[in-house]
């Protein structure tokens, strides 16, 4: 792709299409500006923080649940990973093992047993306590 074919294509954006992308590029710069990369391998502990793998039991149907704490963009709820920034992951933030918590739901609170805080070894599978 030659510069030439760039300048002439980038003419020919909308200037709000333009706009937008500049505003966007400028988000994208400040979150990478605030960005802090934690190993999670070098994480231990019973506290929940960023990057614990979270074993809970819902007391009212003595369900398990396992949810790991991640940051938004790798948050997928279908695979049990939630971004730190959700209503779950707020409640279990300074929690231990052994702690009751209290989760607000859409239908209703919801009240767990944290069984398990485990942290992940030396990549996926080889969580360590």
């Known amino acids: 792709m030659s510069y030439a074919w760039l300048r002439i ?3 020919k954006l909308p200037r709000q299409d333009q706009e937008f992308n500049e505003v966007r590029i400028a988000e994208l710069e400040d979150k990478l500006s605030r960005a802090e990369v934690i ?16 074993t809970l039991i819902d007391e009212d149907r003595d369900e398990k649940k396992v949810w790991q704490i ?9 695979k049990g990973k ?3 920034t959700s209503p779950i992951a707020r409640a279990l933030i300074g ?14 609170t919801k009240t767990y047993k944290v069984r398990e805080v485990e942290w992940l070894g030396n990549g996926p599978g080889n969580p360590q306590t």
């Open 9 to 11: 294509r980038n003419t």
């Open 39 to 54: 190993d999670v391998s070098k994480l231990s502990g019973d506290t929940i923080r960023f990057g614990a793998l979270v």
């Open 70 to 78: 991640v940051g938004e963009p790798e948050a997928a709820a279908n």
């Open 82 to 84: 939630i971004s730190v």
């Open 95 to 108: 929690k231990n093992k052994g702690d009751t918590v209290e989760i607000e739901t859409p239908s209703g």
